[in-house]
């Protein structure tokens, strides 16, 4: 897809580029995200190498540094968005928005321990194919959510709470860090 945006747009500004790439090949790379999330640093590098030749055809900022194109085009790394993807996932699960029963991915810890109460207990595995499963992968950052993301009660403010939350720098940015 992105060879093909290469080959027949001549048009190499923002305002053709992004919307573009936004609507025809970032959906290739989040599709079904909670299910096949890369874990191995070369799978993440290789899949954000994607939108980092995405961003260098826009002759405006092809000469930043990839974090620059990224503020000034207004996309988030991709590894970001496969975080916010799984909190969003969780939490229609949680809440039981999506016909999925709740006890097939996570246990709840009963345990009473600081932080909000919707706490989930994280399994021990041994290998790495069920570590970085969906409902094993996502339990160190949905606990690390605060009280009042975890208290919304629809999605729209839950996707604010989040956002703010990975923007300011919160405990819940340093657990999403290159897990």
């Known amino acids: 897809m992105l060879g093909l945006l290469k080959r027949n747009f001549q048009d190499r500004s923002k305002d053709t580029i992004v919307p ?8 290739h790379l989040e599709y079904c995200c909670q299910m096949w999330c890369p874990y191995l640093k070369k799978d993440i590098k290789l899949i954000e190498g994607v939108q980092r030749r995405a961003t260098k055809l826009i002759d ?21 968005r496969r975080v916010r993807s799984d ?3 969780t939490s229609r699960i949680v809440r039981g928005m999506d016909k999925i029963d709740e006890e097939l991915f996570f246990e709840f810890d009963s345990g009473g321990r600081r ?3 919707c706490k989930l207990f994280k399994k021990r595995t041994r290998l ?27 999605i729209n403010t839950f996707k604010r709470h989040i956002q703010n939350e990975l923007e300011l720098g919160t405990q819940l ?6 897990r």
């Open 20 to 27: 573009l790439y936004k609507n025809l090949v970032r959906p």
């Open 173 to 178: 940015q340093n657990v999403c860090v290159f």
């Open 115 to 117: 932080g909000h109460s």
């Open 128 to 154: 790495d194919i069920r570590k970085f499963a969906f409902s094993n992968r996502i339990v160190d950052t949905w606990n690390a959510l605060s009280q009042d993301s975890v208290d919304c009660m629809t």
């Open 60 to 80: 405006d900022v092809k000469y930043l540094s990839y974090d620059e194109r990224l503020t000034r085009l207004g996309l988030t790394r991709l590894d970001k």
């Open 87 to 89: 909190l969003l996932e």
